[in-house]
């Protein structure tokens, strides 16, 4: 991956050692890998979001035939915005510090756009290619080989870039997405030209194309997870700590247990909800988290620097869109969730 090692983003040092505490919390690990995705121009040996796949040139890219006269905005003028945007705020700010430094002929242009939005585009009705969300190889994310089928090391995950899907995976608060694994080295002659959706639900689901700079941690499982004897005493650890230093604590379930941003493995927040546990609908079994797409990686302690704290543009579900997967067999349907 082409990146300057020297501007890495990594999770600032946590404010202290849960397991000091509270040893028996070692038993509830898990290793996760955090994505930290910066906008770049990835290649399709690289692993990314928003990024071009390793697609074999002779397999059928997948469609959605769902969305007949559906209404949404095309990607060049999203794309198009952000780059007059970038271009604006690179200059310096006006003397008044209203706005951002536009040209006339940006101002002018961003007006129509502007305008254009506020009257959809409509489909024609044809298959929408799906769009190409991102794709991991093994070698780059530590946490990826723990969940890859025999021979597998490469995750390719794309997604219907309109909601309202009923196929099994369905989150009605994010896209229908699909989970492709494959070797990489058995892609020889891989697609030149990638399709792309001409029209999008939202902008939010476009996402920036972005380098990734992985990074493993450990976690540990959300509150809800825990036996309540131990959570009781976490919550008494928390209110003696304050007292006794006289400010807030690092609290266990925001600062000390789950990362947010985007990342492959580890344990999922339920701070939108009660916990809600995710089975297999082919086999009953409990699910695993793989990967998690967050809107920001910067809420609490655990903004990395350096870099900015919502990267890629996407925002599906309220803060987080997550993916499941079955450990008993990875060719069971995965299943999507919102938080």
């Not at 970038?86 to 200059?91: D, E, L, T, V």
């Not at 494959?182 to 920036?208: G, M």
């Not at 919550?235 to 807030?248: H, L, Q, S, T």
């Amino acid at each position: 991956m082409k990146h300057d090692p020297d501007s890495r983003p990594t999770t600032p040092y946590r404010p202290l050692d849960i397991t000091v505490p509270f040893p028996e919390l070692k038993d509830h690990a898990r290793t996760a890998t955090r994505l930290h995705p910066r906008p770049g121009a990835p290649a399709v040996g690289d692993s990314s979001v928003g990024g071009p796949l390793l697609w074999p040139e002779g397999e059928a890219w997948p469609v959605c035939r769902e969305h007949d006269g559906a209404r949404g905005v095309r990607p060049w003028r999203v794309r198009r915005q952000e780059e007059i945007l970038r271009a604006a705020r690179a200059r310096p700010r006006p003397a008044d510090g209203a706005g951002w430094a536009y040209t006339d002929a940006e101002r002018a242009e961003m007006q129509v756009m502007t305008e254009a939005g506020g009257r959809p585009d409509r489909h024609d009705g044809s298959p929408l290619p799906l769009l190409a969300l991102a794709q991991f190889y093994a070698r780059d994310v530590p946490d990826l080989a723990a969940f890859a089928p025999p021979g597998a090391d490469l995750l390719q995950v794309l997604w219907c870039p309109f909601g309202g899907h009923e196929d099994g995976s369905y989150s009605h608060f994010g896209p229908s997405t699909r989970l492709f694994w494959r070797r990489a080295a058995d892609v020889t002659n891989p697609l030149s030209a990638q399709p792309e959706p001409p029209i999008v639900e939202h902008a939010r689901y476009l996402p920036v194309p972005c380098a990734l700079h992985p990074e493993q941690i450990t976690e540990y499982p959300w509150a809800d997870y825990l036996p309540p004897a131990l959570v009781e005493r976490i919550d008494a650890w928390e209110v003696a700590f304050e007292a006794r230093a006289g400010r807030a604590a690092p609290t266990y379930q925001y600062d000390l247990s789950l990362a947010p941003g985007w990342k492959i493995g580890g344990w999922e927040s339920w701070h939108r909800t009660d916990l809600m546990r995710v089975h297999c609908d082919a086999c009953g079994a409990g699910m695993r988290l793989l990967l998690t797409m967050d809107s920001c990686e910067s809420q609490a302690s655990w903004g990395p620097f350096p870099g900015p704290g919502c990267p890629t543009g996407v925002a599906a579900g309220r803060d987080e869109y997550r993916a499941f997967v079955c450990p008993a067999d990875p060719a069971h349907p995965h299943r999507m969730s919102a938080q």
